[in-house]
T-cell receptor
Framework: QKEVEQNSGPLSVPEGAIASLNCTYS??????FFWYRQYSGKSPELIMS????GDKEDGRFTAQLNKASQYVSLLIRDSQPSDSATYLC?????????????FGAGTRLAVHP | EAQVTQNPRYLITVTGKKLTVTCSQN?????MSWYRQDPGLGLRQIYY???????DKGDVPEGYKVSRKEKRNFPLILESPSPNQTSLYFC???????????????FGDGTRLSIL
């Protein structure tokens, strides 16, 4: 089982719709969760960070975390063509001996006009 | 401006010729890390450092070396590059939390390496 799993997509949504991106992780003790957006050939840029169970909203983006079920999701409201990119879920795996950031393979989102 | 700077941005070289990719950050971050990104495999961590003189292996460390002599710099060294190290490489940095709630990482612009 991969440590961080995402559906590779592509996820295709019409402009103005809600895009829902999901991520599951294997390490029960993880405490830091991040969503990054990456355009082709560019570096990842942070969209959201979330540390506690529940929802966190920032503009059109909402991150949802459920530690009991080991999943984190990202909702994008009023999707725009400029949101078309690959979305990377990242989970910090931390213990006394290591501190690693593990990325999922990413979900490609395509927003069509 | 707060940034992570990698050099070079592009490099084509030959098997066995030692190379170094530099990474520098101006944010006084404790944590620095190197990743490689390959199609279908996503970002994989090569090495990371939690502070000066403290480095540790990530998930794919074979064939790479790093050093952290100064807080701002974290070079990636390929002693004897091979074609399977052809990839897109990213350096990243962040503040480090002792509680495990790490701050988000800031990424450099990437270095595209081709080993012939």
């Amino acid at each position: 089982q991969k440590e961080v799993e995402q559906n590779s997509g592509p996820l295709s949504v019409p402009e103005g719709a809600i895009a829902s991106l999901n991520c599951t992780y294997s390490d029960r003790v993880s405490q830091s969760f991040f969503w990054y957006r990456q355009y082709s050939g560019k570096s990842p840029e942070l969209i959201m960070s979330i540390y506690s169970n529940g929802d966190k909203e920032d503009g059109r983006f909402t991150a949802q975390l459920n530690k009991a079920s080991q999943y984190v999701s990202l909702l994008i409201r009023d999707s725009q063509p400029s949101d078309s990119a690959t979305y990377l879920c990242a989970v910090n795996m931390f213990s006394g001996g290591y501190n690693k950031l593990i990325f999922g393979a990413g979900t490609r989102l395509a927003v069509h006009p | 401006e707060a940034q992570v700077t990698q050099n070079p941005r592009y490099l084509i070289t030959v098997t066995g010729k030692k190379l170094t990719v530099t990474c520098s950050q101006n944010m006084n971050h404790e944590y620095m890390s190197w990743y490689r990104q390959d199609p279908g495999l996503g970002l994989r961590q090569i090495y990371y450092s939690m502070n000066v003189e403290v480095t540790d292996k990530g998930d794919v460390p074979e064939g790479y070396k790093v050093s952290r002599k100064e807080k701002r710099n974290f070079p990636l060294i390929l002693e004897s590059p091979s074609p399977n190290q052809t990839s897109l490489y990213f350096c990243a940095s962040s503040f480090l939390s002792g509680t495990g709630r790490n701050q988000p990482q800031h990424f450099g612009d990437g270095t595209r390496l081709s080993i012939l």
